[in-house]
Structures are given as C-alpha cells and as structure tokens.
C-alpha cells in the first residue's frame, strides 16, 4: 500500500496556522447584514456552521481548549450554550469516546453504531443500556438490554478474538463489537477500534480509529474497513496531520471460531501494511514541510502594532478600537 502526499495549489479558504485566520473569519461573519431580521437569522445560521465545523476538525484532546478559543472570539456564551451539547454529541461519536461503566476491566465505545437515541446507547459487551452526558461524560440509568439472539454467536466470538489482539497491539486501545440481523439470510458485525496518545508535555496528541464490518451473507463473506489517523504537533509550529485508508477483502465463510480469527487477521494485516507506509511517507515529511514553509524575513524587530492598527484595512473592518481596548503586549519575533 503507497500512502500519497502532494502540494496542491490553495484557491479558497484561510491557510491552516495563519495568524489571522481566525480574525478572517470573525470579519466574514461580522461584514454580514444584521440590520433585518432575516439577515439576523442568517447571521446565526452561518456562524452556527462555522463553529461547528471548527469544532468537528478538534485535534484528539484538545476539544475543551478549542471550545475556549471560540468563546474568546465569538463572545456570545449564549449562542454557544444553545448548540454545544449537539456539537460535542457528534464529536464524541467520530472520536470513538472510550467511557468505563460499573468499573469494568473494558471500557465501551461511544459509536453511532451503539446509539439508541435519545442520549442512550449500548454495550454489547455487557448486555446494558445507559445514557451518557456528551458535556460531563457521566453515565447513568444503567438498564439491562437484550441483544440479538441470531447474530450474537459470531459477535461474541468476534469480540473475544478482537479482545486480544487490542490488548497486543494497543497497550491504551479499546474496542467494541456490535451486532445486527438484516431478514435471515444476511448478518453483519460491526467491530470499532480506538487509541490515542496524549502527551501535551512534549507537544503533541494523537489518535488511531477504526471500523470494520463483517458482512455474513451465506455462502459469501466480506470485510469492510475504514483506518483513521490523527496527529497533531504543536511545538513551535501547528501541524495537523490525517491519513486515512480504505480495506475491503472477501471470506471464505467458516465457523464462529475459525471465521473471528480470519476476521481479526484480515485487521491486523491491513494495520501493519497502514503503519509501514504511514513511515515511509513521513520520512519524507520533513522535505515536503520545508517545501510548504511561508518564507518569512527575519527581522529580529518587535512587530510596530500602532502601523497594523492605522493600516486601511484595519480601520475599514472596524478592528482597530478592537485591538487599542486589548492593549496587546509587544512581541518579539526571530
């Protein structure tokens, strides 16, 4: 497997890291109309929008730090209390949020495949319903739940095999196996997978997803997998990097047994050919880096922010009262 890395030539949007990205933005949003209520609402709606997919795109572990920046720039409490628990609902599910329930040894996967609605969802593992607070992460109203009786020899015998190679390979991972019949002919199994690494101290998070699905259809079975990764480096830099691959192989249908050590032998395999180009390219990152690196002058001068706040286009966007009130202290660049 050969993992692409090329430089294409930006025609939209505001460069990630700018410096005044996030200034480009509030400006976008503020230059709107607000003088009739349509526009008001309009307003809302694309602020809404932006947030949201601001949000969305949070490194691992540092979604809380990303709700404050936004705060800080959007200055409306209001506005973000209406719509943050929707927005870190569907965050939660993308990340595969891990939450221990009753102190079990294995912690459940917060998925869309084990969303019931309304705030509930299952571990199969354990065979409960429970609600889970997005915002605290709390659970409670912990019910027993009754899984699908003709689908869960193979998802437990899955879960057993997926159990062990997690342990293997991924000391901080976890894993839940879900499982569902379509009519009486067709079963799938749904396996997902999450890991992450956290180590602000040396400036840098990290994540490993995936979902596999097993799809039963006599005589035929077929596996189906999706492998995210994220990185975020932030030393001195901003460096947000993702990769992500796309497995599909066929099954010759065997026993539970047989066929959950097929499975999981199938996930391995794709792993470990992801992993190896995943280093390969990033060998070569280092060159490609300094290729996309804005040349800058080094002045070895404090930025004049009295220049910046009499430029035209500052006072056209009504920002420099903004930046006097804020007094921001000078910097010193090299």
């Known amino acids: 497997m050969t993992v692409y890395i090329e430089q294409k030539e930006v025609t939209n949007g505001v460069p990630q890291g700018s410096v005044f990205g996030l200034q480009l933005i509030m400006i976008y949003m503020n230059s709107l109309d607000d003088g009739i209520k349509i526009a008001d609402d309009t307003k809302i709606e694309v602020i809404i929008n932006i947030l949201s997919s601001i949000l969305a795109q949070a490194p691992p572990g540092e979604f809380s730090e990303v709700v404050n920046d936004m705060r800080a720039l959007l200055n409306d409490d209001e506005l973000i209390c209406e719509n943050i628990e929707q927005i870190t609902a569907k965050y939660n599910l993308e990340q595969f949020t891990p939450v221990e329930i009753m ?29 889970f607070d997005h915002l605290n992460k709390n659970v409670s109203d912990i019910q027993p739940c009754a899984l699908d009786i003709s689908v869960e020899s193979w998802r437990r015998a899955i879960e057993c095999a997926l159990i062990n190679y997690v342990k293997k390979y991924y000391p901080d991972g976890n894993c839940t196996v879900y499982g569902q019949a379509y009519g009486k002919h067709c079963q799938v199994i749904t396996a997902c997978i999450e890991s992450h690494k956290y180590q602000r101290h040396e400036f840098w ?130």
């Not at 084990?114 to 354990?126: A, E, S, W």
């Not at 026993?255 to 990033?282: C, H, P, R, W």
């Open 103 to 131: 102190e079990h040894k294995e912690k459940v996967l917060i998925t869309e495949y084990g969303n019931l609605g309304n705030g509930y969802f299952v571990d199969p593992m354990q065979k409960i319903s429970f609600k």
């Open 205 to 334: 998070n990290g994540s490993w997803k995936s979902d596999w699905k097993l799809m039963l259809c006599p005589p035929n079975a077929e596996v189906m997998g999706t492998i995210k990764v994220q990185a975020h480096y932030f030393e001195e830099g901003n460096i947000n990097l993702t990769n992500n691959v796309e497995v599909k192989q066929n099954l010759a249908l065997k026993n539970e047994s047989e066929g959950a050590a097929e499975f999981v032998k199938v996930i391995e395999n794709a792993d470990t050919e992801f992993q190896v180009g995943l280093m390969e390219n990033y060998q070569k990152l280092d060159c490609l880096l300094k290729g996309l690196r804005r040349q800058l002058p080094f002045t070895h001068t404090t930025i004049d922010w009295n220049k910046i706040i009499n430029a035209k286009i500052v006072r056209e966007i009504d920002l420099a009262q903004a930046l006097r009130e804020s007094k921001p202290e000078r910097l010193n660049f090299h």
